[in-house]
């Protein structure tokens, strides 16, 4: 009886798989009809990402800035590679940051859409898409939104960062602070993947670089927990000139509401996960009084570039949420990619692609929101992190830490082809030197 | 009667294991080809919890924890240099261990006591797995995990597991003896000891069994399955993180399971193929999938507690009722008991 | 002395929501045996349907609060009826899984109509207070007493009303309330709107003081059920103690040890209690 079920239920669900299978192939047979109206081609780019569940809204912004670069290059016509036009068309599916659920949304992408191409924004769910980009045949490029440097070790060669790392925020935060005259500094630092690698490289950096102090590190989960106090209230016990906080950037605001209730009156170091600009304009209703002090990354709307302002204005427009670098960088790293297309001279081969990227730099801040300056050799798209301060309510003029010239020279050289006026500084990173 | 046995022929067996063996020409792409594995090996998992919790009555909610186990042994082991084949037991082996140990003291409690004392064992686990950085790589996980080690063959030369082809056939030969396991056991006398228990643990003491020894031995072999699945899912994934052993994968896995069929041997299949297919199709409906999806839930569980299975039976039984020849019993018990006793 | 007390009164504040919530869900999980897993989810509920009064009708925070748990009230009514009714006389398991239905839906549904990020509510008491060098804000010295009233008014009604009263019949003897006429049916869907009202006070209280988002239920839920377990199924000091001592230990683990295994020390706690005892601390009989 039960066999007689199962193979009943088996067929059924063969039945269902072939039936979607047979959904997948008449899309793409699709294509070629509307092809013989209009003559521009289609590429359909990828993205998976959590779209629901505690991360959607990271996703969402970084959905957000692809969707908005496919819109610009189509609006203007989409790309020409070797006489043939090309318009993209934009694939998103929820992976839920499960990395199970990635990878097969990443394989659904490849095999029914052709992707060359696949946006993620996570790290734990790009390492295993990782382990699949470079099957022979059905290799597909990842755009990684990860700033961990652990993505550069894994050194695929299919990969393409789009961020700074983080260790280059750490180095610009701590410059800023130091500059400050803050020596003591206490760590309330998010949990997580993030946060283990930031209290581990800040406090590496600060006390055995700078000689300076950290005089605590209580960790909290900002993913779990709303109630920092007993965290902080053990941190201010040590009196510390600088509170290095952050998570994600809502439950950070609660974190330096909470320290100022609680009498504290110093400044803060907010880990680049956390954006100042949205925890003032989102959480604090714009105003910056609770946040004198804190250094971080730089507001979208400060970022040096000509466009960065205009960028700002049309994605609130169209999107009806602040602005984030997530959604700017990846618009950038997708403007990126289709020029890479193009000197690549196709759009189907995705080693050609890959090796076409350097070609594609500098990316200038007059029709990108933010200014790339290249590649190196594990993928990592190269722009500088941009820090400010928040000083008598306002935020300072962005500095930019440029952390990959090898010397001073490369770096003189580097700031010729900047096209932003704002101050630069040279900040090495032995680990990037060299790539 | 004739019907019955014609379907209870060996070559019925293995019609199903030839459909299963070409089911890689079968298949029209890479993405359901990915499907398939992932079902294979959660198809692996919900059989497992189906001993525990379906036929043994213990509703464990650990199990992703002992599945992350299993995946963080190999994944570790593996990358330490340890030849996966070897890797593979040992952390299976210690997912049931540690199951013992966890079992001592929860599996005292019953019903609703033992399921949060599990639940709280899952979360530990992934708390644990996130937070012991310098052995676990904290919330960044383990990346890098090679492939199940090549098997050398003689003449042919050496089977690798690269291809998603021989993935394929590495987790049905594995899905194959969970089965294959959990078959005898369940159609043992000791499968018939662990239903006692779970129909009435104060009879089945009182015919002798020890029921407490009976249910640490269900708990500790449904976690060797467990970890095992989870270290052959640690090699083909590739890289693990504490979401590896979240109790969202727990709730998966209930829901295949309640959804296929609970205390049967093919609901927990069929549901771990059929549920993520469901789900798949379901993707351009975006965040409305899980409103859509908890509905149906409640709706499954209060009209038909025994799932797609169940509904199957009833309607079976009911074509059967025109037919003279009626159901064994013997089978009924077997299955698991009446259908408003399912677990 | 300073630090410690301020860590105590922090503490106090967490255990607050802790007793108030796990309240609430001893009476669903203790007396009508009903392992209400998505009590956490409808804390959650209770924080948003607020933030939606004050917000969007611009109601001031009491009336939000309220008319809150009014709503709250209503749907736990509701949920009582479609989602665990028709499980009674089932194994529990079947009820949990219910609840994980039920949690996944309202999850989903406050994605879908407020959006993922967390939400702020403007915060009504936001001005410090200092006590002998320890401060803290009006709001939260605001939670502590709600709570202590919100617990007092339900003894009260639990101990001194007819229909508190019969609350407590149904719990000690189900079939014998049935014969003095009790309706239970009626019974429980005034234990559940108790459940859910408070809960909604609990979340509506902190919302000021934290954030509201969609997962803010799920490990709140989960540590409730601890509380509960511990404190002894149905036991009503047994929760609002247990919900003190849970918040005390949080905030002094947290401030003195570590952080990243705070909440395996309450879960391992009650594996460990569970040991000793499988009925739980004060546990009266068996359920499942």
């Known amino acids: ?435 | 009667m004739a019907v019955r046995l014609f379907f209870k022929e060996k070559w019925f067996y293995l019609l199903i294991l030839a459909f299963a063996l070409t089911v890689p020409f079968l298949v029209p792409g890479r993405y359901f080809f990915q499907i398939i594995i992932m079902s294979c090996l959660y198809a692996m998992a919900t059989l497992s919890m189906n001993l525990i919790l379906g036929y043994t009555g213990q509703a464990s909610l650990a199990h992703a924890g002992f599945f992350g186990i299993g995946a963080y042994g190999v994944g570790l082991m593996t990358k330490a240099g340890i030849s996966f084949w070897a890797a593979l037991p040992v952390s299976a082996l210690l997912a049931a261990f540690i199951g013992l140990l966890i079992g001592l003291p929860t599996l005292r409690t019953r019903g609703s006591y033992f399921a949060i004392a599990t639940l709280c064992f899952g979360v530990i686990v992934s708390i644990i797995a996130g937070s012991w950085v310098s052995l676990t790589g904290g919330y960044t996980g383990v990346v890098g995990i090679p492939k199940p080690t090549p098997i050398p063959f003689p003449v042919i030369g050496k089977l690798s597991f690269n291809s998603l082809t021989a993935q394929y056939y590495l987790v049905l030969a594995f899905l194959l003896l969970t089965l294959f396991v959990m078959h005898r056991l369940v159609f043992s006398l000791q499968g018939l000891s662990f239903m006692a228990i779970r129909n009435n643990e104060a009879l089945a003491d009182a015919v002798g069994i020890n029921t407490f020894a009976t249910k640490i031995l269900s708990f500790v072999i449904a976690n060797f399955f467990a970890g095992l699945s989870g270290g052959i899912y640690a090699s083909l994934i590739g890289s693990i993180s504490p979401s590896t052993a979240s109790y969202m994968l727990t709730f998966n896995w209930l829901v295949y399971l309640l959804l296929g069929g609970v205390a049967t041997l093919s609901g927990p299949i069929i549901g771990a193929f059929a549920i993520p297919v469901l789900m798949e199709n379901l993707q351009f409906l975006e965040e409305y999938r899980l409103l859509i999806f908890g509905v149906l839930l409640i709706v499954v569980i209060i009209f038909s507690p025994r799932g797609l299975m169940g509904v199957i039976e009833s309607v079976w039984n009911k074509s059967k009722a025109k037919n003279p020849v009626r159901k064994a019993g013997g089978e009924y018990a077997a299955e698991g008991g009446k259908p408003d006793q399912a677990i | 002395m300073d630090l410690f007390l301020q860590q105590i009164l922090n503490g106090i504040m967490l255990g607050s929501t802790y007793a108030v919530v796990a309240l609430g869900l001893t009476l669903v999980f203790g007396i009508l045996h009903i392992p209400n897993f998505a009590h956490g989810h409808l804390y959650m509920l209770g924080g948003y349907v607020t933030f939606f009064f004050i917000t969007l009708l611009g109601f001031g925070f009491w009336t939000a609060m309220i008319s809150s748990m009014i709503i709250l009230a209503l749907i736990g009514i509701l949920v009582e009826r479609v989602v665990y009714r028709p499980l009674r006389d089932q194994p529990h398991i079947n009820s949990f899984i219910s609840a994980i239905g039920a949690l996944m839906f309202l999850e989903t549904f406050v994605v879908v109509a407020w959006g993922p990020q967390g939400q702020r509510i403007p915060n009504p008491y936001p001005n410090p207070v200092e006590i002998g060098g320890i401060i803290l804000t009006q709001q939260r010295l605001l939670v502590i007493i709600a709570a202590i009233v919100l617990i007092v008014l339900l003894q009260l009604f639990l101990k001194k009303t007819t229909p508190g009263t019969t609350i407590e019949a149904v719990a000690q003897n189900r079939e014998g309330a049935m014969l003095v006429g009790i309706n239970v049916n009626r019974v429980s869907s005034m234990t559940f709107a108790i459940s859910t009202a408070t809960a909604a006070a609990a979340a509506s209280l902190v919302a000021p003081i934290f954030m509201i988002s969609p997962s803010m239920g799920a490990l709140l839920g989960m540590k409730a059920f601890v509380i509960v377990i511990l404190g002894g199924l149905g036991s009503v000091p047994g929760a609002i103690f247990g919900g003190y001592i849970l918040g005390l230990i949080e905030a002094l683990g947290g401030g003195y040890i570590s952080a990243d295994y705070k909440d395996v020390f309450a879960f391992g706690a009650l594996i460990l209690i569970l040991a000793i005892r499988p009925t739980g601390l004060f546990g009266r009989e068996e359920v499942g």
Request: glycine share 8%.
């Open chain 1, 1 to 435: 009886m039960k066999i007689k079920r199962i193979v009943f239920i088996l067929s059924l669900i063969l039945m269902a798989y072939l039936s979607t299978g047979c959904g997948g192939s008449k899309q793409s047979s699709e294509a070629p009809k509307s092809e013989s109206q209009q003559p521009a081609k289609e590429v359909v780019i990828g993205y998976t990402g959590p779209l629901s569940g505690p991360a959607a809204q990271y996703g969402q912004d970084n959905f957000n800035g692809v969707d908005m670069a496919v819109n610009d290059i189509n609006e203007a016509g989409g790309i020409d590679v070797n006489g043939q036009k090309y318009t993209f068309k934009l694939e998103k599916l929820d992976d839920m940051a499960d990395p199970t659920q990635a990878v097969n949304n990443a394989r659904r992408l490849r095999d029914q859409f052709k992707t060359p191409a696949i946006f993620n924004p996570v790290f734990t769910t790009i390492a295993p898409i990782m382990e699949i980009n470079k099957e022979s045949g059905n290799e597909f490029l990842i755009m990684a939104y990860t700033s961990t440097p652990a993505v550069d070790d894994l050194n695929n060669e299919l990969t393409v960062s789009i961020p700074p790392p983080f260790t280059a925020y750490v180095r610009g935060f701590s410059d800023m602070a130091w500059d400050q005259g803050w020596r003591n500094a206490a760590m309330v630092i998010t949990l997580g993947a993030y946060g283990d690698e930031w209290r581990k490289a800040f406090k590496e950096y600060w006390e055995n670089k700078l000689g300076g102090k950290v005089t605590a590190d209580q960790p909290a989960n900002y993913y779990t927990e709303t109630d920092f106090s007993s965290q902080l209230t053990a941190a201010l016990s040590t009196k510390p000139d600088v509170l290095v906080i952050g998570g994600p950037s809502a439950p950070t605001g609660l974190v330096i509401e909470q320290a100022r209730t609680l009498g504290y009156k110093g400044g803060f170091i907010l880990i680049d996960q956390a954006k100042m600009d949205y925890i003032v304009d989102d959480i604090f209703g714009g105003k910056t009084d609770l946040m004198e002090g804190a250094v971080g990354v730089a507001a979208v709307a400060d970022i040096p570039t000509q466009m960065a302002s205009t960028f700002n204005k049309k994605y609130n427009e169209k999107y009806k949420v602040h602005n984030t670098w997530e959604a700017v960088l990846n618009y950038c790293a997708m403007k990126a990619l289709a020029q890479a297309m193009v000197k690549a001279g196709t759009v189907e081969d995705v080693k050609a692609i890959r090796a076409a990227f350097p070609k594609v730099f500098p990316l200038n801040g007059d029709k990108n929101p933010a200014e790339y300056y290249g590649i190196n050799s594990t993928g990592r798209m190269l722009l500088p992190g941009a820090v400010q301060i928040i000083k008598d309510g306002k935020y300072s003029e962005p500095t930019s830490y440029v952390y990959w010239p090898k010397n001073e020279d490369e770096f003189n050289k580097l700031k010729e082809i900047m096209t932003t006026p704002n101050p630069s500084k040279y900040m090495p990173l032995e680990n990037y030197i060299n790539r």
